[in-house]
Nanobody, 116 residues
């Protein structure tokens, strides 16, 4: 059974920073494009950042210039560095393959709250 585990969320003040991490129990990262998704109540999950197997990064306009994604193939992990957080960044964050996520890979996610 594939397991993707997201971690690193918490409560952060506006303008603050946090780094999320996603690890997997299987070696699915090698050569795969991986992404970070986020979901807020009443909205569908959206892809906000992705990184190819060769390290090419694509960011959604809403996070461009503030977020960055990196991968560590040796550790089967990706990270999401989030800077200058805004209230609208509050969400549950998930990782999966991208741009078409595998529904079997969704984990529990990690929640980020942006509060004063």
């Amino acid at each position: 059974q594939v397991q993707l585990v997201e971690s690193g969320g918490g409560s952060v003040p506006p303008g603050g920073s946090v780094t999320l991490k996603c690890t997997t129990s299987l070696n699915i990262f090698k050569g795969s494009t991986l992404g970070w998704y986020r979901q807020t109540p009443g909205r569908s999950r959206e892809l906000i950042a992705r990184i190819t197997g060769t390290g090419s990064i694509t960011l959604a306009d809403s996070v461009k210039g503030r977020f960055n994604v990196a991968r560590d193939n040796a550790k089967n992990s990706i990270s999401l560095q989030m800077n200058d957080l805004k209230p609208e960044d509050a969400a549950v964050y998930y990782c999966n393959i991208a741009p078409m996520p595998n529904p079997l890979y969704w984990g529990q996610g990690t929640r980020v709250n942006v509060v004063s």
